[in-house]
Nanobody, 128 residues
C-alpha cells in the first residue's frame, strides 16, 4: 500500500512538501516515483528516485523540485517531493508510485505504465 500526503493550497512562488509512505513490500528494490495529473490532461512524470539516491526529473520541474527518500523504518518506506518556486501550472493531483526493478541497469521509468503500485493521490493547488 502507498499513501501520499501533504497536498494543499499555496500561492505561486511558494513551497509545499509531499510524502509517500509505502508498506507491504521491500521497496528498496523499487523505483519510487511521483506523477501528477491536471484536469483534461494525461498523467505525467514528475520525479523519481532509487534507494541508491539517484534521481530523475521532468524538465518542467528541474531546479525547483527535489525528490528524496528515508531509510526504511521497520517495514515502512518513505519518499518525498519538495516543491519550491511553485507555478500555477504545477496544479494537479500528485500520485506516488513504485516501479519494480527487474533487471540490472534498468532505467528509471518515466511513464505511468512502467509503475506497478500507486497511491491515492493528493491535490496540489497553486494560486496566482
Amino acid at each position: 500500500q502507498l499513501q501520499a500526503s501533504g497536498g494543499g493550497l499555496v500561492q505561486a512562488g511558494g513551497s509545499l512538501s509531499l510524502s509517500c509512505a509505502a508498506s507491504g513490500r521491500i521497496f528498496s528494490s523499487y523505483t519510487m516515483g511521483w506523477f501528477r495529473q491536471s484536469p483534461g490532461k494525461e498523467r505525467e512524470f514528475v520525479a523519481a528516485t532509487r534507494w541508491s539516491g539517484s534521481a530523475k526529473y521532468a524538465d518542467s520541474v528541474k531546479g525547483r523540485f527535489t525528490v528524496s527518500r528515508d531509510n526504511a523504518r521497520g517495514t515502512v518506506y518513505r519518499w518525498y517531493l519538495q516543491m519550491n518556486s511553485l507555478k500555477t501550472e504545477d496544479t494537479g493531483v500528485y500520485f506516488c508510485a513504485a516501479e519494480r526493478i527487474s533487471a540490472i541497469g534498468q532505467p528509471m521509468g518515466i511513464t505511468p505504465e512502467k509503475y506497478d503500485y500507486w497511491g491515492q493521490g493528493t491535490l496540489v493547488t497553486v494560486s496566482s
